[in-house]
């Protein structure tokens, strides 16, 4: 059986299907891959047009897509103009019905170097409800044309059903640390940093997983995050005084998203750190060792940690709601505080 899309992280069934229908030539016109941020979509999405395109898609020897020939190069380094990316225009929350239309309007222009068009539209479920009724036309174009759309969403719930209907929904699922650390491995060079680690630092992020891998500056602020979580963690067990307690927390972000983010890396070292007290042998989802986490369990009670973990959740449920951080922030330390009697084993 031929290798489906190597060069793609995680997902192995999915992946396996897609090439089916590629090989099959039951592939649809239109799919919307849904997974969350990180796990791959676009990659994969490319992967999938030069799967489509590629010239040596019968050679059983050789992987779908190829990489190797002509247009599987030029579509894996987006230098194809029959495959079009398209997503939020810049510095827009949503994509507007006029973006739409101009995607429609160039679908009169016959493809200039494949068989087909492709067009992959990122953010998908930030399309305006007329910017899908507008899509919603072009999906349904007879069968037998030669356009595909690949949709990528971290939500397809959010897109009109009517959409859904015409696109089936793939879910990417995230990589697991051992995928991730093999696929570090095997496709980047080796950067002084273990793939191991960085598989779980990125705690299921592939982009992320590649950054702290590659030591990029956008890994920066992610590892200074996950610091900052264990010494949260580490204070909730600690001995001291209510003020230095307190003060801790003006080193939260006061920015909704940044602040949201850091709450559930908290959340998720919680439940990593409950797990640690009720069995030795489980898998941490954020500490990189299930040792880590027992280190830091072995200071905090199952009680307490549970009590943190609704804390967390709460707040972040307010956060959502649009509640200040500037308010919610001296609350929540305030409310930790307290539950500090019931927190320390
Ligand atoms: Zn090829």
């Known amino acids: 059986?031929?290798?489906?899309?190597?060069?793609?992280?995680?997902?192995?069934?999915l992946r396996r299907a897609i090439a089916d229908d590629i090989e099959s030539g039951t592939f649809a016109h239109a799919y919307l891959f849904e997974g969350p941020k990180g796990s791959g979509k676009a990659a994969f999405a490319l992967a999938v047009a030069a799967a489509l395109a590629c010239e040596k898609k019968t050679d059983p020897l050789l992987p779908l897509p190829c990489g190797q020939c002509g247009p599987c190069k030029r579509i894996l380094a987006s230098l194809c103009p029959d495959v079009q990316t398209i997503g939020p225009d810049e510095g827009k929350a949503t994509i507007g019905v006029d973006r739409i239309r101009r995607l429609k309007e160039s679908l009169v222009l016959t493809p200039g170097e494949l068989d087909f068009k492709c067009y992959i539209i990122r953010d998908a479920d930030r399309m305006t409800p007329q910017a899908q009724n507008s899509l919603l036309k072009m999906l349904e174009e007879p069968p037998g044309s030669r356009t595909v759309y690949l949709l990528l969403a971290k939500n397809a719930q959010k897109l009109l059903p009517t959409v859904r209907s015409r696109a089936p929904v793939l879910r990417l699922s995230p990589p697991t640390r051992r995928e991730l650390a093999a696929y570090l491995k095997d496709t980047l060079p080796f950067s002084?940093?273990?793939?191991?680690f960085a598989a779980a630092a990125s705690g299921g992020n592939l982009a992320l997983a590649e950054a702290i891998y590659l030591k990029k500056a956008e890994a920066q602020?992610?590892?200074a995050d996950r610091a900052l979580v264990t010494e949260t963690a580490e204070l909730f067990g600690r001995d001291c005084s209510k003020g230095e307690f307190l003060l801790f927390f003006n080193r939260f972000p006061q920015k909704k998203e940044e602040l949201?983010?850091?709450?559930?890396?908290?959340y998720r070292a919680m439940r990593d750190i409950i797990a640690a007290k009720r069995t030795e042998r489980f898998e941490p989802d954020f500490f990189l060792t299930s040792g880590e986490a027992s280190a830091c369990a072995s200071r905090i009670s199952v009680k307490g940690a549970a009590a943190l973990s609704v804390l967390l959740t709460d707040t972040a449920a307010e956060l959502e709601k649009n509640?200040?951080?500037?308010?919610?922030?001296?609350?929540?330390?305030?409310?930790a505080y307290h539950a500090r009697g019931g927190i320390r084993p």
Do not use: N, Q, Y
Not at 260 to 266: G, S
């Open 1 to 13: 059986m031929k290798d489906a899309f190597p060069s793609v992280c995680g997902s192995a069934r």
């Open 192 to 196: 002084g940093v273990e793939a191991d």
């Open 221 to 223: 602020a992610p590892l």
């Open 260 to 266: 949201l983010a850091l709450l559930m890396l908290i």
């Open 323 to 335: 509640a200040p951080p500037k308010t919610l922030l001296p609350a929540f330390a305030l409310r």
